[in-house]
C-alpha cells in the first residue's frame, strides 16, 4: 500500500453495482466472504484473474494504491480492499486519538493529522457502491456512505 499522485484510468472494460459494508467485509475470512457473496451476486468469477493497481480515496485526503493480483472473484476483490481500508483505519485512528479536538459543525469524524488524512467518516460508515475496471489495471472504487 503506498501513496500516490495520481490515477490514470483507460478503457473501462467491467462496472459492478455492488453494495456491501466495507467495515463488515473487513472482519470475515476471506473464503466466508467469497462463500456470501457467492449467492448475491451473479456474476461472481472474473472471466480472466484480476491484476492491477486499486485506488482508495475516499475519505482520504490523499490517494492510496493497492496492488491486487490474481483475484479470480468479486468476493476476493472486495475482501482485499476492505482488509486495505482497515489497515488504513487502524493506523489514522491513532493519530486521531492524539490530536486535540477542535470546534467543528460536523457531527461526524473531524480530519485526522495522519498521513492517509482520514476526514468525515468512521468505518462503520463506508459502503461499496461500484468498482470499475480499466484495460490498463486500473480499479475504481466507488465508495459511499
Known amino acids: 500500500?503506498?501513496?500516490?499522485?495520481?490515477?490514470?484510468?483507460g478503457e473501462?472494460?467491467?462496472s459492478l453495482d455492488v453494495y456491501y459494508s466495507v467495515n463488515t467485509i473487513s472482519s470475515l475470512k476471506k473464503?466466508?466472504?467469497?462463500?456470501?457473496?457467492?449467492?448475491?451476486?451473479?456474476?461472481?468469477?472474473?472471466?480472466?484473474?484480476?491484476?492491477?493497481?486499486?485506488?482508495?480515496?475516499?475519505?482520504?485526503?490523499?490517494?492510496?494504491?493497492?496492488?491486487?493480483?490474481?483475484?479470480e472473484t468479486i468476493g476476493e476483490l472486495l475482501w482485499l480492499i476492505a482488509k486495505a481500508y482497515k489497515e488504513i483505519y487502524k493506523e489514522e485512528d491513532e493519530a486521531y486519538k492524539q490530536q486535540?479536538?477542535?470546534?467543528?459543525?460536523?457531527?461526524n469524524r473531524q480530519k485526522s493529522n495522519g498521513k492517509y488524512g482520514v476526514w468525515g467518516h468512521f468505518l462503520e460508515e463506508l459502503y461499496f457502491e461500484g468498482i470499475d475496471i480499466y484495460d490498463n489495471g486500473t480499479i475504481d472504487i466507488q465508495i459511499g456512505s
Do not use: H, Q
Open 1 to 9: 500500500m503506498k501513496i500516490v499522485e495520481g490515477i490514470i484510468k
Open 12 to 14: 473501462l472494460i467491467k
Open 31 to 71: 473464503d466466508i466472504c467469497e462463500e456470501l457473496l457467492r449467492y448475491d451476486n451473479g456474476d461472481w468469477f472474473f472471466d480472466d484473474k484480476i491484476n492491477g493497481k486499486a485506488y482508495i480515496t475516499y475519505p482520504l485526503s490523499t490517494i492510496v494504491e493497492i496492488e491486487i493480483k490474481d483475484v
Open 100 to 107: 486535540k479536538e477542535e470546534p467543528s459543525n460536523l457531527i
